[in-house]
T-cell receptor
Framework: RKEVEQDPGPFNVPEGATVAFNCTYS??????FFWYRQDCRKEPKLLMS???SGNEDGRFTAQLNRASQYISLLIRDSKLSDSATYLC?????????????FGKGTMLLVSP | SQTIHQWPATLVQPVGSPLSLECTVE??????LYWYRQAAGRGLQLLFY??????ISSEVPQNLSASRPQDRQFILSSKKLLLSDSGFYLC???????????FGPGTRLTVT
């Protein structure tokens, strides 16, 4: 099983649609979770951290299910500017230090 | 506020030539620093991370090396490039013992 697994997409949605991405992770000891956004040929940018109780930032809602080891991202009222690749990220302990493991990303294309 | 710089932005190098990519961070002290590579159509692969001057941990054995000569400077090097070294090289930083990482603009390397 891959450490962090995502549906590669692409997800093609019209403006205004609601879209959800899921991600599963294999390390049950993982403690921190994030969603990053990466535009074409650009660096990844932190979109939001994911907390156990779930959290919301404007049109974006992140959920964590530790028992099932999956993370979700919901985008409401999609905008053209939301078109990007969304990376699911999980922390991993390595020799006493934590490093991040990135999924390959899910591509979102929002059309007019 | 903190900023992270990388240069050059793009690079085309022949097989067998040396490589030196530089990353500097401003506005923070004693950051953790990371080098990632993103090959075409693939996820981010952690190459090296550093928790302090002269302290480098390697994640993947290969013909690349990293050095941290100053607190906020991280350098990625190779003595002889391979075709498989082509990719998008990203430097990132985090606060000590922090999980959230922030990326520089990246260097796009093409080995011909």
């Amino acid at each position: 099983r891959k450490e962090v697994e995502q549906d590669p997409g692409p997800f093609n949605v019209p403006e205004g649609a609601t879209v959800a991405f899921n991600c599963t992770y294999s390390n049950s000891a993982s403690q921190s979770f994030f969603w990053y956004r990466q535009d074409c040929r650009k660096e990844p940018k932190l979109l939001m951290s994911v907390y156990s109780s779930g959290n919301e930032d404007g049109r974006f809602t992140a959920q964590l299910n530790r028992a099932s080891q999956y993370i979700s991202l919901l985008i409401r009222d999609s905008k053209l500017s939301d078109s990007a690749t969304y990376l699911c990220v999980v922390n991993t302990k390595n020799s006493g230090y934590s490093t991040l493991t990135f999924g390959k990303g899910t591509m979102l294309l929002v059309s007019p | 506020s903190q900023t992270i710089h990388q240069w050059p932005a793009t690079l085309v190098q022949p097989v067998g030539s040396p490589l030196s990519l530089e990353c500097t961070v401003e506005g923070t002290s004693n950051p953790n620093l990371y080098w990632y590579r993103q090959a075409a159509g693939r996820g981010l692969q952690l190459l090296f991370y550093s928790v302090g001057i002269g302290q480098i941990s390697s994640e993947v054995p290969q013909n690349l090396s990293a050095s941290r000569p100053q607190d906020r400077q991280f350098i990625l090097s190779s003595k002889k490039l391979l075709l498989s070294d082509s990719g998008f090289y990203l430097c990132a930083w985090s606060v000590p013992r922090g999980y959230e990482q922030y990326f520089g603009p990246g260097t796009r390397l093409t080995v011909t």
